[in-house]
């Protein structure tokens, strides 16, 4: 046979390289539809362009690796959008009314969780204790499945002495692993008042936090 002739497997070899090729564009299209009808209820085009955009950035890179859960991934992505939309009060409003009224408090909580850097926070400080990825995105996942367990939000107009009741309960009843406190503009003093005396009364968690000029994390651990 001819050297410029194919043979009959080079023939059955290219066909079949080029139905896979078409199969997993056509996966690939279905695969962005379906994100795009995900999202579709945002209705804003450019909003719906920013949350697009945050798949593509280092941080989505991490929580993209650690989150796996559909809707988590989701309101993880409009949390990012969220921090990006700060400084647009209209957009950012919006956005935060749509997600709520989709998703509910839990939801939207989960969104100003990633917004304000927490989980990725969590996430820095659990993984060097945490020997499997699947370990990890467990821990995550669950602590945002149960957002009102396990983060506190504190609120300008909170009183310190009754979050402090509130807190103490939950470390008494619940006995978790971690407790979260987050505070912004005048509730980050309230809670670093509230740190300093859930640290005086219990000596079997210790804090650690993470600040700016206006807010603050507070990550409460159970000793070992």
């Known amino acids: ?9 080079d023939v059955l070899a290219g066909i079949t390289k080029g139905l896979l090729e078409h199969a997993e564009e056509k996966a690939m299209a279905w695969v962005e539809r ?24 280092p941080e ?16 993880a992505q409009m949390g990012l959008t969220l921090r990006e939309l700060e400084n647009d009060q209209e957009k950012t409003r919006s956005l935060r009314s749509k997600i709520h009224h989709r998703y509910g408090r ?30 990890l ?21 909170d009183k310190g ?7 103490s309960i939950r470390l008494d009843a ?11 503009y005048k509730a980050k003093r309230v809670a670093i008042s509230v740190r300093s005396k859930i640290e005086k009364a219990f000596s079997s968690y210790a804090t650690s936090s993470v600040e700016t000029k206006i807010k603050i994390i507070i990550f409460i ?3 070992n």
């Open 1 to 9: 046979m001819s050297d410029d002739i194919p043979s009959n497997s």
């Open 34 to 57: 379906f994100r795009n009808h995900e999202i579709i209820f945002i209705e804003d085009p450019c909003t719906i362009d920013r949350v697009k955009r945050q798949r593509k950035g």
């Open 60 to 75: 989505w890179k991490m929580l993209g690796e650690v989150i796996k859960d559909r809707k988590l991934r989701l309101l």
């Open 106 to 135: 839990d939801g939207l909580h989960i969104a100003e969780a990633v917004q304000n850097n927490i989980i990725s926070n969590f996430i820095g400080l659990e993984s060097p204790y945490i020997g499997e990825p699947v370990d």
């Open 137 to 157: 995105t467990n821990r995550v996942e669950k602590l945002l499945n149960d957002i009102e367990k396990y983060i506190v939000f504190i609120g300008p107009d």
């Open 161 to 167: 002495d009754v979050l402090v009741r509130r807190v």
């Open 174 to 184: 619940d006995v978790p692993d971690t407790l979260i406190l987050f505070g912004a």
């Open 221 to 223: 651990n159970k000793l």
